[in-house]
């Protein structure tokens, strides 16, 4: 049973648009909240990850917001680049113990 | 920079072989892990392992062991390959006190 579920499966945004990837958890303990993101052939790297003390978290393009009570967080990428096509995966974990728990992931695609 | 290495990128075997998936780290990390990667699944936890010589399992690890002998290398194997075995296998580490799983560039193997 996944403890995180991701939507949408997929996406295609032009370029200069926003893409919006959802993810919503189960489990009130976990304590971190990252986002890897995976180019084909590569193994997935960390992109910006957020703890539950607070609602945003900005790094260049890169936007979480984190909703506490409502068990959700979202990634927004702001001025969509074709450089931006990857898979992007949500994921959770209790800092205490390091496992990660993944969503399903989401194929960004920009259009130029 | 972190860098997780593994055996092979490809690797097709046939029902019923011993499957070994090797993997090494060079940043001294306690803790690696391995996961299975399929699509629409996101990434799944098979093993992990916290320091020399321990091993716990994750989420799905049946079918699957794990060896660890030195502190930097994490071997994956599978006892009797089976179809349903197929797929990208990636290995990560992560540093004790910190927060970022490093990943290697994955190996998709492929059982006939």
């Known amino acids: 049973q996944q403890q995180v579920k991701q939507s949408p499966q997929s996406l295609i945004v032009q370029k200069g648009g926003i893409s919006i990837i959802n993810c919503a958890y189960e489990?009130?303990?976990?304590?971190?909240f990252p986002w890897y993101q995976q180019f084909p052939g590569k193994g997935p790297a960390l992109l910006i990850a957020?703890?539950?003390?607070?609602s945003e978290k900005k790094e260049g393009r890169f936007t979480i917001s984190f909703n506490k009570s409502a068990k959700q967080f979202s990634l927004h990428i702001m001025d969509s680049q074709p450089g931006d096509s990857a898979t992007y995966f949500c994921?959770?974990?209790?800092?205490?113990?390091?496992?990660?728990?993944f969503g399903a992931g989401t194929t960004v695609t920009v259009r130029a | 920079d972190v860098k997780v290495t593994q055996s092979s990128r490809y690797l097709v075997k046939r029902t019923g072989e011993k499957v070994f998936l090797e993997c090494v780290q060079d940043?001294?990390?306690?803790?690696m892990f391995w996961y299975r990667q399929d699509p629409g699944l996101g990434l799944r936890l098979i093993y992990f392992?916290?320091?020399?010589?321990?091993?716990e399992k994750g989420d799905i690890p049946e079918g699957y062991s794990v060896s660890r002998e030195k502190k930097e290398r994490f071997s994956l194997i599978l006892e009797s390959a089976s179809t349903n075995q197929t797929s990208m296998y990636l290995c990560?580490?992560?540093?004790?006190?910190?927060?970022?799983?490093?990943f290697g560039p994955g190996t998709r193997l492929t059982v006939l």
């Open positions: 392992s916290y320091d020399v010589k321990m091993k």
């Open positions: 990560a580490s992560i540093a004790g006190g910190t927060d970022t799983q490093y």
């Open positions: 940043m001294d990390h306690e803790n």
């Open positions: 994921a959770a974990n209790l800092l205490t113990d390091y496992k990660l728990s």
């Open positions: 489990n009130t303990a976990f304590d971190y």
């Open positions: 957020i703890r539950p003390d607070v």
